[in-house]
Structure formats: C-alpha cells, structure tokens
C-alpha cells in the first residue's frame, strides 16, 4: 500500500509544481533510462508495479462503487406511482358557449353600472378634490370585481362539470332528433309536438301574477274551509235526525190525544140519553133521605140542568 501511495504523490506533485528548465527534464530522462537499464535483481521496474497496484486499486474501487450502489437502491423508496393526466378543459358546445356569453354579457352590463360618473356621486367630496385617486380607485375596483366574478364563473364550471354536462345535452337532445327523424322515415308517420310553449312570465297581466302567487295561501285557506264546512254539515245532519225524532214523538202524543178526547166523546154521547134519569134518581134518592138535602140536591140539579 505503501508504494501505491508513493506514485499517487509523486503525479499530485508534478501535477501541483510547475514545469522546471529543459536541464531538469534531461536529467529525469536519463535517470528513468539508467533505471530501465538494470538488472531485475536490484529493483523491480517501477512500470510494472505501478501499473499492477493501479489496476488492482481500480478493480477495488470499482467493486466499492457497485457495494455502495447496491446499498443505495436498498435504501431507496419504491417508485411512486404516475401522476394523473392532465385534466383538459372540453370544448364548449353551443348551451355552453351561449351560457359563457350571457355570463360575459350580464358581467359587462353589471360593471358598467359602476363608472366613474355613479362612482363621483357617491363621493363627491373626493371627486371634486382628487378626481383622479378617485379614477383610478374606481378602475381598480371594476377591474378586481370583473376578475373575481370570472374566476368565480369558471370555479363554479369547473366543479361542477358545467361544460361537459352541457355538451352531453347536446348530443342527447340531437341523438333524439336524429331518432325522431329515422323513425319518421320509417314508418313514414310525422310526429307534431302540440305542446304550446309556456307564456313568457313577463307578458302576463298583473293579475294573473297576483293570482299566482297567492294561489298556495288561497288553497290553503280553501282546504281549511272545507274541512270546516263538512263539520258543519255533519253537525246539521245530526241535528235534522234530532228534530226527526222529535217530531215524530210529538206526533205520537198527540195520536194519544186524540184518541183519549175520541174516547171522552164518545163516553159524553152515552151519557147524553140517560143524564136526565140520573138526576131525577139522585133527587129521589136525596130527598127520601133528608128533605133538605133533596131540597138543595134539587135547587143545585135545576141549577146544573139551567147550566147545561
């Protein structure tokens, strides 16, 4: 190993030394040249050796080098798995370039609203002392709603699918009408939607708005009504049976009445031919008894005759 070191500082040495006048170079030829030139039994050539420990160093490190790689792809964490693709936004098809322009459209409409002109009336007091701070604030805040609503708008597309789901729609609605045309040729029957399209809400008279907007409370109080009406009904029905049967007890006593008043009537025409008989008898009767008593049975028999 020692000698092994010993080359390895003389190259570090010539490399590190500047190179010395041409009487030095001669003079490390000529010693090189000697050295060749004696027998190998006083000293081995330094090629030889040299040349031997080198590669037999090369070879070590060589096997080191692969030792170490061998442990640094032990050590080293498995591959990760691939990243997902990248998402590519879809192409809007007509709903959804339609829909982008109107969200465009109603934006510019929006911040049009907020120009300097409405922004000075807010401040006057700036307007009229930094017209131009209060510009400049005013483009800046026009410029950040506009951006922020975007951002917003393509947010919103972004998660919920806007575009994809709109290009969907698309194609169903043109595969429905491709069907309906196929199915039109081969049956040869055309089919005419006779379904009117719905009125515009805002061609409807005043009234029909108000109607329609109070119908849920008015089918409410409706529903409420009649359940109030069949109480009261089945309320009435059970008092008409009541009174039904209250007359028809009325009508039974005043059959009883009438009969009770036929039978008093007819026992009264009985008594009519033999009333008179009976008064002379009870006179008779009397007056065998006591004469004054007779006297006044007789006085209160004319008296009842005089009456009756």
Known sequence: MSVDKEPAQQQQQQQQQPQQGGAEDHTMQDAATAAQQQPQQDAPPLSTPTTTITSTTANNAANADAVNNDGNNDNEAPDSPPLPAKHTPATPGPRAARLQALFAATLTHTLDKISYVNFAACYPTVAARAPGTLEFVQRQMVERL?????REFDSVLQNRNVVAKLNELESLVSEAAARKQVAAETTGVVVVDEVEPPVPPHTLPAATVLAAHLAPHLAAQQSALNARLQNTQSANARLFDEIGAQRADIEALLATVERVLADMDGAAGLLD?????????????AAAVDPDIGGSVDAGGDRAMSGT
């Open 146 to 150: 506009g951006a922020q609503c975007e």
């Open 273 to 285: 031919g033999v009333a008179d008989e009976l008064v002379r008898e009870t006179r008779a009767a």
